[in-house]
């Protein structure tokens, strides 16, 4: 039998070895759907920053449902800590935005999807008011449905994600505007369909993607906020994006010095 003294220290052992151990534990909402190249660089730019921060945490992806996704902003509603999403005044006001754009400005970028058969209809287009005559699709809950109709283009807001890549296909609708870090992976997610990118044609406007942190731990969006900032500072932040997207921002069909960029105002912004 082991003397009392060195079960004493055994025990203080085991409880320093546990406390040092335990780390705060987040919760993050992960889409069900298929993770692409956006979703695996948001997630990895998330746990770098932290570890930049020297902020120790254990963090925990929490599948979320398209249902699940639209109740997102209301973070004080869930178990869950952070989210990411396109700006808005309402997510803002209902949970803490760590205010660096993730995305460096691409995801207000915005190729338009069209069917093979509908591409000469966006031949000659130079003005908003131009491709305001044709139908685009959003999400009827998205901010970029907003920011469209604002500028008085013509959008059907849809709330079914997969119908809306099925209706420009067909050529139901004339066009469907995709950022430029995502649509590649949904033309290889929808290789079977007859979408194609309009060429040296895009629309564009100020916004960005941001981490949302629920308003009961400041602490944390604080961290993140420190760990981007100095990424930024060092250069890991451009070189995991270029990671990521550098090769398919390059292959867009937009000729230097032949392409038109229809710009949008954002008041929401």
């Known amino acids: 039998m082991l003397p009392l003294k060195t079960i004493v220290c ?25 993770q692409n ?20 945490v254990f963090i925990k992806m929490q599948p979320v449902s398209l249902q699940q996704q639209r109740d997102l902003i209301e973070l004080d509603k869930t178990a869950l800590d952070i989210y990411w999403s396109m700006s808005s005044p309402e997510r803002e006001a209902r949970a803490i ?4 754009p993730l995305f460096k400005g691409f995801i207000g970028k915005r190729v338009l999807l069209t069917s093979k058969k509908n591409v000469g209809k966006f031949k000659g287009i130079t003005t908003l008011a131009q491709l305001g005559e044709l139908s685009a699709v959003q999400g009827h809950d998205w901010p970029d449905t907003k920011i469209m109709a604002y500028n008085g283009l ?35 997610a929808n290789a079977q369909s007859n979408l194609v990118i309009v060429p ?10 941001y981490y949302f942190v629920v308003s009961s731990k400041p602490a944390l969006a604080q961290a993140i906020e420190l760990g981007l900032k100095k990424m930024q500072k060092s250069g ?9 997207f550098a090769k398919d921002i390059s292959s867009l069909p937009f ?3 032949f392409t038109t960029e229809l710009q949008l105002d954002n008041p929401y912004f």
């Open 10 to 34: 055994l025990c203080v052992l085991y409880l320093t070895s546990f406390s040092a151990l335990a780390v705060e534990v987040i919760n993050v909402a992960q889409k069900q759907s298929v």
């Open 37 to 56: 190249a956006r979703e695996e660089y948001l997630s990895e730019l998330l746990t770098r920053a932290l570890e930049r921060a020297d902020y120790p």
């Open 97 to 100: 935005a760590v205010k660096v």
């Open 154 to 188: 013509h959008v059907r807001p849809l709330s079914n994600y997969q119908a809306m890549f099925t209706l420009t296909s067909r050529g139901r609708i004339d066009y469907f505007p995709r950022s430029f870090i995502e649509v590649n992976s949904e033309l290889v």
């Open 200 to 209: 040296n044609l895009f629309i564009s406007y100020p916004t960005g993607i």
């Open 236 to 244: 890991e932040f451009d070189a995991l994006f270029n990671e990521y």
């Open 255 to 257: 000729t230097k010095g």
